[in-house]
């Protein structure tokens, strides 16, 4: 069955630093992978997404990910976070239905 | 187009009561989705339409849900009989089949809380 693994349930980094929240999936076939955003009692924002192709891609807010099929993984990366980045974040598949599968979540904190 | 509406944003009801969701879906888009989302957890699929028919229910989809997408536009979720355990931010989400299927836009959500 496919899913999706978040193991950070909460990262805390300083205001200027680097960002990498991790994600692993379980898929069978070539996955359909997203990254969401969600803020406080708000719906997701989609900030990137991987279909195929170049396996880095880029997306909103200066948000990139890359895609390692070897690792199964869809790490999201951030050069330098902002206090207004402070949110959860959920990485997510598309089964052969189209329906997406969350993982549980990353809260990330951004220290002053 | 403003994207993925949800009304109400925010419904408290008691335990017993019966109560409805609307959605209304980017104009465009064909396919729509409700999801429910707890405290702490990601969203987890409840039940997908593809226009006017519903073509999968969740497990976690009892009898007391019903979802409707009358002439594939906008979509109500209903819930009868609710419990406390239904307390929860109930999401929807549409798309556009073709190139890039599975890019779905959600609303801002509808949170209900059971008392």
């Known amino acids: 069955a496919q899913s999706v693994t978040q193991p950070d349930i909460h990262i805390t980094v300083s205001e200027g630093a680097s960002l990498e929240l991790r994600c692993n999936y379980s898929y069978g076939a070539t996955p359909y992978l997203f990254w969401y955003v969600q803020s406080p009692g708000q719906g997701l924002q989609l900030l990137l997404k991987?279909?195929?192709?170049?396996?880095l891609v880029q997306g909103i807010k200066g948000f990139e990910a890359e895609f390692k099929r070897s690792q199964s993984s869809f790490n999201l990366r951030k050069p330098s976070v902002h206090w207004s980045d402070a949110a959860e974040y959920f990485c997510a598949v598309m089964d052969s239905s189209y329906k997406l599968i969350f993982g549980s979540g990353t809260r990330l904190l951004v220290r002053p | 187009d403003t994207g993925v509406s949800q009304d109400p944003r925010h419904k408290i009801t008691k335990r017993g009561q019966n109560v409805t969701f609307r959605c209304d879906p980017i104009s465009e888009h064909n396919r729509l989705y409700w999801y429910r989302q707890t405290l702490g957890q990601g969203p987890e699929f409840l039940t997908y339409?593809?226009?006017?028919?519903?073509?999968?229910k969740s497990r976690l989809l009892s009898d007391r849900f019903s979802a409707e997408r009358p002439k594939g536009s906008f979509s109500t979720l209903e819930i009868q009989r609710t419990e406390q355990g239904d307390s929860a931010m109930y999401l929807c989400a549409s798309s556009l089949q073709g190139q890039y299927d599975g890019e779905a836009f959600f609303g801002q959500g509808t949170r209900l809380t059971v008392v």
């Open positions: 991987y279909f195929s192709g170049d396996t």
């Open positions: 339409f593809q226009n006017e028919a519903q073509l999968e």
